[in-house]
C-alpha cells in the first residue's frame, strides 16, 4: 500500500488494514478516531499515548483503545501515528518521535490548525517530513475528554487534508483513505487557505463567543443578566464552553490569519457603532439585510 | 376586574375573560399571542390591524384573528389592545389611539426595549398613560410574519413587565394575567434594569452575529468561507438571520444601553487581540477559562 520509489519498505497490509495505529493524545477526537477505526474493522491493534491516567482508563474502558505506551515505544511499534494533542505540543512530539521514526510508519494529525503544525513538523523531522501528512477533522463539539467520544464523530463530516510538497501521492492516498476508513469525507485544501477559512469561521467565532461571556460575567450586574438569558445569548455564547487549552493553542497557532479576520470584524463592528450613535436607521438596516440574507442563504444551502 | 378606585368604569368580566383584544402588528409574536389567547379562551374576540393584507389575511386563515379593522376603529372597540409593532412605530400608535382611548381600554406592548417606548407612551397618553402597563414576552425565534406563528410560542418562556409609576396594583394583575394566560411565566423588572439586562444579553449579541455574518460575506474569499461553516459558526449566527427591521429599531430604541455594552466587549477583545499578538498564552487561557466555567454553569443551573 505504501508509496515504493525506493524511498520506504511497504509493511502495512494492502487496503483496509492500517495495522498498529497510535493515537497520541486520547481526548474527544483521539478516542472517537480510536473506536471508528476499531469499528470499521480496519486496525490490528490501538495504542493510545496521553498524560492523563484516568482519561488513558476511560479510553480502555471504552474500548477506544487496546493499550496504553509511552511516545517512543509507540513510535518504534507503529505503522501509523494520529497526533491528537492540542496544536502547541506537537512540537515536543515530533521532537520525541523524530530518532525512532522508521520508514514503514506515517503520521498524520487532527490540529485546528495547519501552518504552525507544519513548520514545526519541517523543522523537527527533516527528510523525515515526507511521512507526515497534515490533516484536520472538521467533527467534535464543546466536550473534551474520552468520555465524551463517539464512533460515529466523524460519520458524514468534512476531514480536510493539507499535502505537503513532501508527500507522494500515494501516502496521501493511504492517510486519505484511513480518515475516510473512520466516517469522513476528505477534502484537499491548501495550508494558508485552510488557515484562512479557519480563522475567520470558526478560530474568530470562538474568540467572539469567550469574549462576550466574559464581558457579562465581568460586569456589576452579571447575575441579573446571566439570569435572563435567552435562545439567542445560548446559541451565540454555546463555543464558549469549548476547552480553555486548545484554544489558546490554536489563537497563538494561527496568530496571523486570526488577526487579519478580527481586525476586519472590528472594522465592521466599529462601523456599526457609529451608526447606532449617530442613529443612522437606514444604514443599520442595509448591513443587517446583507448579513441576514447571506444567513438564510447558508441554511437553504445544506 | 379592573380598579374602580373612581378613575376607570369596570367593563371586562371578571378572571378569565379579556372582551375584546386587538393585535396592532400580526407578525410572529402578534398572530402566536392570538392564537394562544383564543386557545385559552379567554377573549372573546380578536381583532388584527396590520401594514400588510398577505399577512393580515394568513392570520385569519390560521384563526389568529377572527377580523381586520384600523387602529381607530379598534381602540374604540378594544377592551385590550396589544402593540406588537416594531418598537420604532409605537409612537405613531399611541398617537392614532390616544383620541379615541376610552378609560375602559388597557394597552399593552411587546416590545424589546422598553425605555423608549415609554417614554413614547407618556408624552403621547398624558393622563391616560396609567391605561398603559408595558411588558416585554421573551419568545420568538429568527422566524417572521403570521406564518411562522404557534399558539404555544409563549408556554413556558418569561414575560418581563414593566410597570409604570401611574399603573394600579389591579391594571397590573390585570394584565400579568392576560400574559400568563397565553402561557408565561411573568416576572417585574424596573425599565432601566430591563434595557441593560437585554442590551447585555440579547442586543449585543444580534450585533455581533450581524457583524461576523457581514464580515465573512464582504470579503475576497467569502465563497471558500462559507463553503466551509461548521456547526459553531452556524450557532454563533443564527440570529443574523432575524428580522433587520426589528433589529433596527431595537439599535435605535436602546441606543444608550447598548453603546454601553458594546464598548465593554470590545474592552474585552481589544485586551484579547493584544495577548494574541503578544503571544500570551496565560492570559488567554485564564480567560478562556473564565469564560468556559461561566458558560458551562449556565447550561448546568437551567
Request: charged share 20%; aromatic share 4%; hydrophobic share 45%.
Amino acid at each position: 500500500m505504501k508509496s515504493n520509489l525506493g524511498k520506504r519498505m511497504t509493511i502495512i497490509n494492502p487496503a483496509s488494514n492500517y495495522g498498529t495505529v497510535t493515537i497520541v493524545g486520547v481526548g474527544l477526537i483521539g478516542a472517537s478516531l480510536g473506536l471508528a477505526l476499531k469499528k470499521a474493522g480496519v486496525v490490528t491493534k490501538v495504542l493510545g499515548v496521553g498524560r492523563s491516567k484516568e482519561n488513558l482508563d476511560q479510553a480502555l474502558k471504552m474500548g477506544a483503545i487496546d493499550g496504553v505506551v509511552d511516545l517512543v515505544e509507540a513510535t518504534k511499534q507503529s505503522d501509523v501515528i494520529v497526533l491528537c494533542v492540542p496544536v502547541a505540543q506537537m512540537r515536543a512530539a515530533f521532537e520525541v518521535m523524530e530518532p525512532h521514526l522508521e520508514s514503514r510508519t506515517m503520521i498524520t494529525d487532527a490540529g485546528s490548525t495547519k501552518g504552525d503544525v507544519i513548520l514545526a513538523a519541517k523543522e523537527v523531522l527533516g527528510k523525515k517530513a515526507c511521512q507526515f501528512v497534515p490533516a484536520h477533522p472538521i467533527a467534535g463539539g464543546a466536550q473534551h475528554g474520552a468520555s465524551a467520544a463517539r464512533a460515529d464523530l466523524f460519520q458524514g463530516k468534512q476531514t480536510i487534508i493539507c499535502p505537503l510538497q513532501e508527500n507522494s501521492p500515494e501516502d496521501t492516498a493511504l492517510i486519505t483513505g484511513f480518515w475516510e476508513s473512520a466516517g469522513s469525507a476528505v477534502k484537499k485544501i491548501g495550508v494558508v487557505q485552510h488557515d484562512a477559512i479557519y480563522a475567520a469561521v470558526s478560530h474568530l467565532p470562538h474568540i467572539l463567543s469567550y469574549a462576550l461571556m466574559a464581558s457579562v460575567v465581568n460586569s456589576e450586574d452579571a447575575d441579573q443578566k446571566l439570569g435572563h438569558v435567552g435562545a439567542g445569548f445560548k446559541d451565540f455564547t454555546r463555543i464558549a464552553a469549548s476547552s480553555p487549552e486548545m484554544w489558546r493553542d490554536i489563537c497563538l497557532g494561527n496568530r496571523a490569519a486570526i488577526l487579519k479576520e478580527l481586525d476586519q470584524y472590528l472594522l465592521i463592528v466599529n462601523h456599526m457603532r457609529k451608526l447606532i450613535a449617530e442613529n443612522d436607521g437606514a444604514g443599520l438596516e442595509k448591513l443587517f439585510n446583507k448579513a441576514s440574507k447571506a444567513r438564510q442563504d447558508l441554511d437553504a444551502s445544506e
